[in-house]
Structure formats: structure tokens, C-alpha cells
């Protein structure tokens, strides 16, 4: 394959049924000697209330109708593995294998949380390095690892934030978030039961001290922040911004979902941050996607180490321990203690890198995303032509004289081997096209990719039907997303 070429796609693409086509009544996919043990019938030791008054309609197929049915699927689908991940703020790099064997070490995959606290001494004390490491690695005073991905860090670094200013006399009522945030940061505050206040991007794409100011005030909770932000800009008056928040007795959180950009360059500790979430699963190489789970574990700053989720990993001694002895925790917010084998990924990672490793992804992340942001903006309207850090946000204005949409652009993606990249996001760009190709990534990776999306660029000019079209090449072609969502059907019919 020459750098002019992209991966394509050939040989043979399986058809296949759903799993409830496949099978046949009466057909199993086991068979076991009959038990010596007598049989109970569950109706007699389960509520009435509680039992189907039917049988469940399951599919009835054998062994091999399932093997072959999940592995034609896997071969479907589109991976980190399989190829390059544009998948703008959601961070999808490559997860190195050793991660993986050490995972898969049986003195770490055997292990219950049940057991006796003696006999997890190893998995205590990786669980302690590992919040000590996120802690210095972001700038702050202590970390949890409960909570199992980044909107439930966001949740419990907000509840962490309303137990404090409780304690002060007044929980307050809203919660400041500029229009380039996540979706889910306006979620959890009215999960946690704020108000949320939109604060608009300057024409720069970042957050301006002024418009904080205007908008702070005594009944503000929280600045909740992304930074870089989603349009890949870092937020150069954080510090600034921070103490605007501070002077009115207010907190900042900052969103970690783009914190490649900067991990071992920049901590946002040091620029004012009371609270922040890491997604493990992206900045760590903890499997992404349909390979988690994930985890998100929430580091903070002295006053609120208080309120952290219960329990936390402590050492005494010689020896660790959970402290559940914590009363102004804002309690659990995950079964037992987080998303163990995500810990051992990570830990094995940041044990890999070490600080210098660490600040060379950073490095890398950034010059990635501004080759591809110069190779491209010739091609694509740059929604904010400047030097970007992770990830660069295009649109498709240019394309838009030609009839062709965002959506046209994505689907001939697909043409050409690559998954599409984040689209219509973030909604202050409109047709937006947001692109992260990691440090993960090689010039030869990217070149392929670029000389692909010159080549949609150039159809959408000489032949727009065909990108219209699109995608030409994949076993399943037009989907009706809309109608998908909203009128989904369940097609499984009983036999007989």
C-alpha cells in the first residue's frame, strides 16, 4: 500500500442474520448428563409478583450458530485495532498490550473484593500509587478511583462541591459552563440539582474573564470547565478566570476528558482547578468504546478531600487499608471500590511512560492534530484557523455550495476505511467535524487519512451524487438514523 492509498476494503462480507434468525425451536447449544441433584422449582421459593407470566422470548440456537453469528459481528466492527479512530474528544488511541497482559495476571483477575483486606494487599497499594500518581499528575491533594467513567467523576465532583458549600451555610444554585462543554457537564448539575448558566466563547473559541465576571455571583457553585476545550483551544486565562470564581466563594471544576493535550506539560491544579475528572479509558489506555469498561476517577484539592467518595485507599504503616471512616463523605458512588482491572491499565501505563513518557504524549497529541489541522484547512473551512492542541474542529462550509452536508462527508468516510470522525459537535460550530488523531498515530497513518479526505474534498466538487450517496462500499449502506432511535422494532417472531 503506497501513502497515496487509502486501506479500502476487500474479499468477502458476510451477511448475517439476528441472533433470533438463526435458531429453531427446541434447539440448545449445551448438553449436560441429567443432575443427580433434585431439581426446585423456582416458583415456589420466588415471590408470585416477581415471575414472568410467560416464558422469555429468547433465541433457541446451538453453539455454533452463536460463535459464528458474534464472530461475522466482530468482523464488522470498526476498532482501534483495525484501523485509525479520528473519533474527535473522545481521545481513541491505542492501548498497548502489555497493559493488557498485566491485567490479565491471574494474582490481579482473581482477585474479590470480598476477600479479606490482608489478602489484597498488592491491589491496595496499586490503588493507592495510582490516586497518588493522578493527583500529582494533575496538580491536586488527593484522588478516588470509584467512580467507572467521567460523567459519574463529573457527578461526584459536583456532589463533593455542593456537601462543601453546605458546610459553609449555602449550597448555592447554579453552576457556570461555557457553550464548547461536553454534554454531559450540564447533566450532572441537574442531576445534582443546579441550575446550569451558558456562558458564550469568545471569538477566539476560549472562555474571556470578563464574561465570568458578569455572570458571577453569590448563588454560583461552580465555574464547570473543559480545558483544552472542545474545540481544541486551550483555555489561556484560566488562572485568571479561576480567581474571578474564588473571589465570589464559588469552586472550579475542570472537565479532564481532553487532558492529553497537556498531561506532564500543564497541571490544572496549578491554574486554579478545585476538582477534576480523569477518563482513565482515554488519557491512560484503558480500552475505549465496546473494550471497557471505563473509569473515571475525581482528584481535588485539599478542601474537599474531606468529601470524597467512601471509602478511600489509606496506608498505615506498612500495610493499606480501605478508610471508610469518613463522615463527610458524600457516600458511594459505584459498587465496591471502581473498575479494578481499569486501575491496573493505567498504573501499568503511567509505571511505562514515567513523567518524561508522559510529557512526549502531550507533545506528540498536539503536533498530530496541527499536521492534520494544515494539511486539511485547505480543503475544509477551519472553523478557528490557530494553532489547536489535541484536536481541530472543521466544518462543512465550503462543501455546503455543492449540496453536501457534514453527514454526506462522514458516510464517504467510510468509502474509504476510516470510521467517521465526531460530527455536529460541538454545537457551536455548525457542520462540525472534530478530528483527534492522537499521538498514537504514524505520518504515514496520517497521510493516508489526508490524502483520502482530499479526495472526498474533490468529489464534492466534480461529483457531489456520488458523496450524496455514500457509503458504497460498507455491508450496510443508507440507515435512517432519526427512524432507528425513535422507532426501534423487535422483529423476533415465535416458531410454531
Not at 63 to 90: A, K, M
Not at 205 to 227: C, F, H, K, R, S
Not at 288 to 314: C, D, F, Q, S
Not at 470 to 479: D, F, I, N, T
Request: proline letters at 6%; glycine letters at 8%; charged letters at 20%.
Amino acid at each position: 500500500m503506497t501513502a497515496r492509498e487509502g486501506p479500502g476494503k476487500r474479499g468477502m462480507i458476510f451477511a448475517e442474520p439476528t441472533i433470533f434468525e438463526r435458531g429453531a425451536p427446541g434447539r440448545e447449544g449445551f448438553s449436560l448428563a441429567q443432575s443427580e441433584v433434585p431439581l426446585h422449582d423456582p416458583a415456589k421459593e420466588i415471590d408470585a409478583s416477581l415471575l414472568r407470566s410467560e416464558a422469555a422470548l429468547l433465541p433457541e440456537v446451538s453453539e455454533l450458530d452463536v460463535l459464528r453469528h458474534f464472530t461475522r459481528l466482530s468482523q464488522w466492527n470498526y476498532s482501534i485495532d483495525t484501523g485509525f479512530y479520528p473519533l474527535g474528544s473522545c481521545t481513541m488511541k491505542y492501548n498497548p498490550r502489555v497493559n493488557e497482559e498485566v491485567a490479565r495476571m491471574s494474582g490481579w483477575a482473581k482477585l474479590h473484593p470480598h476477600q479479606p483486606q490482608s489478602t489484597l494487599q498488592g491491589a491496595l497499594e496499586l490503588m493507592y500509587l495510582l490516586q497518588k500518581f493522578l493527583a500529582q499528575i494533575s496538580g491536586m491533594d488527593a484522588a478516588s478511583l470509584q467512580p467507572a467513567a467521567g460523567a459519574q467523576g463529573e457527578f461526584a465532583g459536583l456532589l463533593m462541591i455542593r456537601a462543601y458549600l453546605q458546610d459553609q451555610g449555602n449550597a448555592r444554585t447554579k453552576v457556570l459552563i461555557p457553550d464548547s462543554a461536553h454534554g454531559t457537564n450540564p447533566a450532572s448539575c441537574a442531576a445534582c440539582g443546579y441550575e446550569v448558566v451558558t456562558l458564550k466563547s469568545g471569538a477566539q473559541g476560549i472562555l474571556t474573564p470578563e464574561v465570568v465576571a458578569q455572570a458571577m455571583d453569590e448563588e454560583v457553585a461552580a465555574l464547570m470547565i473543559t480545558n483544552p476545550n472542545t474545540l481544541g483551544l486551550f483555555e489561556t486565562h484560566m488562572a485568571e478566570i479561576a480567581k474571578i470564581v474564588h473571589d465570589k466563594g464559588g469552586l472550579v471544576y475542570c472537565d479532564g476528558a481532553n487532558l492529553n493535550a497537556i498531561v506532564g506539560k500543564a497541571r490544572v491544579g496549578d491554574m486554579g482547578v478545585d476538582v477534576l475528572h480523569f477518563n482513565l479509558h482515554k488519557t491512560f489506555t484503558t480500552p475505549h468504546g465496546g473494550g471497557g469498561p471505563g473509569a473515571g476517577p475525581v482528584a481535588v484539592k485539599k478542601i474537599l478531600e474531606p468529601y470524597l467518595p467512601n471509602p478511600v485507599v489509606m496506608r498505615r504503616e506498612d500495610s493499606f487499608a480501605f478508610d471508610f471512616d469518613r463522615p463527610k463523605s458524600v457516600g458511594r458512588v459505584k459498587a465496591f471500590y471502581g473498575n479494578f482491572g481499569m486501575f491496573v491499565r493505567a498504573y501499568t501505563y503511567i509505571r511505562e511512560m514515567g513523567a518524561v513518557g508522559l510529557r512526549e504524549v502531550a507533545e506528540r497529541a498536539v503536533l498530530n492534530a496541527n499536521y492534520l489541522r494544515k494539511k486539511l484547512e485547505k480543503f475544509f473551512h477551519l472553523a478557528y484557523p490557530q494553532t489547536c492542541m489535541h484536536e481541530c474542529v472543521f466544518s462543512d462550509k465550503k462543501q455546503s455550495a455543492y449540496g453536501i452536508k457534514t453527514l454526506n462527508i462522514a458516510k464517504r468516510m467510510m468509502d474509504y476505511g476510516y470510521h467517521p470522525p465526531t460530527i455536529y459537535f460541538p454545537l457551536i460550530v455548525a457542520g462540525a467535524m472534530m478530528m483527534e488523531p492522537t499521538e498514537t498515530e504514524s505520518l504515514q497513518t496520517l497521510d493516508r487519512f489526508i490524502w483520502s479526505m482530499e479526495q472526498i474534498a474533490k468529489e464534492c466538487e466534480t461529483s457531489p451524487e456520488t458523496v450524496k450517496a455514500a457509503p458504497h462500499v460498507p455491508k450496510v449502506r443508507r440507515l435512517d438514523e432519526v427512524k432507528a432511535a425513535r422507532e426501534p422494532k423487535y422483529i423476533y417472531k415465535a416458531k410454531g
